[in-house]
């Protein structure tokens, strides 16, 4: 049976630097992609992700199991978010569209195109919300956080981050006309 995360995290802080290893592969791309589309450039967003990082390597020697290892990281990725749009003011999600949605040997041109507009509509839907609630979606959907995780990462209470979910998912089905 694999070690959960907790488990590889309090291994890392023992010293254990193959435990650190399986927690950057089991969650370096859900983070990367929450990063990604919390800010509006690339290169920004692979500098706050290795900062992000950083910060989780830096606080090992703290870490206790309080929460899911998962709601532990991506709090440090909330401070660190909420740093950089200080210094920058709000940033908005930008999704790369062919990363998203590459091309598919099977695939008709047209159902590629309807795809990639249906993202296309949906990154600037997702661009309009504001912050709290883009972010509440974002760690639902990217972290698969629940409701009580969002709240803690937020540092906010649940019935606040429930509501930030609830009219994020409405206005993005709205926007995108699924009623």
Do not use: C
Request: glycine fraction near 6%.
């Amino acid at each position: 049976m694999a070690a959960g995360d907790e488990q590889l995290m309090l291994a890392y802080r023992e010293g254990d630097a193959g435990a650190f290893e399986e927690l950057y592969r089991r969650h370096k791309g859900g983070l990367f992609r929450f990063v990604l589309r919390s800010v509006r450039e690339r290169s920004v967003a692979e500098e706050l992700y290795q900062e992000i990082w950083m910060r989780a390597i830096e606080a090992r020697g703290r870490y206790e199991v309080q929460a899911k290892f998962t709601t532990w990281l991506y709090t440090i990725a909330h401070h660190r978010l909420v740093d950089h749009w200080r210094k920058k003011g709000l940033q908005v999600v930008s999704l790369d569209i062919e990363s998203e949605f590459p091309a598919h040997p099977g695939f008709e041109p047209q159902g590629i195109l309807q795809a990639k507009q249906g993202l296309e509509r949906f990154a600037r839907a997702l661009e309009l919300l504001p912050p709290a609630q883009r972010e509440a979606f974002l760690l639902h959907h990217e972290a698969d956080m629940s409701v009580a995780e969002i709240a803690r990462a937020t540092g906010s209470n649940e019935e606040a981050a429930k509501s930030r979910l609830r009219y994020a998912t409405a206005r993005l089905k709205e926007a995108l006309g699924d009623d």
